[in-house]
């Protein structure tokens, strides 16, 4: 299995490092502009770093396969119908739950089911078949930080879990259902105000304020007196001594 590996973030420079590990049969890597992992990623598979819009690089090396690991870009034409079996994406959500931006928030605010998907790519947005799966818990102690790192591990286990099944090839294509939701990086300053003069159900306001604590990123906010406020929430379970 002949590997195109686009890889960023943490998340891409450990995909990175397990593929090395495994001598995985990877033909090019590229990495994003900017990304403070990108050496680290580039450094496992040394003389086959490409352009990440560079097609004919890429057709030239012929992959089987391209994975997407924490990519931070769409991959569109032509690249797209390069590799001969197609594209894996990471994408920390249980499609067809949260496609687009900002699963953390929305798994909480929404009380959709979390976890991580390794899907199919194709001209939509999160919309490709779905080929790996794994749930994971969303509990009272959970914040947007705390899910944003469980699904960080999580990818990286589903991978590694499933590497066997991708390297030889016993990839399945499950169709997402038409249920689920999506969400646009527009959305989410406007679904994190706070209205002084609404009713809140206290379970949706909890909600609001733990899916927004992600420090240093803003928190859940409200406007008083021209002046704007941020708020951050922490809810640990209690002890059976203090019960």
Not at 37 to 44: G, K, P, V
Not at 145 to 154: G, H, I, P, S, V
Request: with cysteine; proline share 7%.
């Amino acid at each position: 299995m002949k590997l195109a590996l686009f890889a960023g973030g943490a998340v891409g420079e450990q995909i990175a490092a397990f593929l090395a590990r495994e001598r995985a049969e990877v033909v090019c890597v590229a990495v994003a502009a900017g990304d403070p992992h990108a050496e680290a990623i580039a450094a496992h598979f040394p003389n086959r770093v490409i352009g990440a819009g560079d097609a004919d690089a890429l057709r030239a090396s012929a992959p089987d396969l391209g994975v997407l690991a924490w990519w931070p870009h769409i991959v569109r034409e032509p690249q797209l119908s390069i590799p001969r079996l197609g594209w894996l994406n990471f994408h920390p959500s249980l499609l067809p739950h949260n496609r687009g931006k900002h699963y953390n928030f929305w798994a909480i605010v929404e009380e959709a089911p979390f976890g991580v998907t390794l899907h199919w790519i194709d001209a939509g947005v999160d919309s490709g078949d779905i080929a790996f799966q794994r749930p994971l818990p969303v509990r009272w102690e959970d914040t947007g930080a705390t899910l944003y790192e469980a699904a960080q591990k999580a990818m990286v286990a589903l991978f590694e879990e499933s590497w066997p099944a991708i390297r030889d090839g016993r990839i399945p294509r499950t169709p997402q259902p038409a249920s689920g939701s999506f969400h646009r990086a527009s959305e989410l300053d406007a679904a994190s105000r706070i209205d002084l003069e609404a009713s809140y159900r206290a379970r949706d306001l909890l909600n609001l304020l733990r899916a927004r604590t992600f420090p240093p990123h803003p928190a859940a906010w409200f406007i008083d007196g021209g002046e704007r406020y941020e708020v951050r929430v922490e809810i640990r379970k209690a002890d059976d001594d203090e019960r």
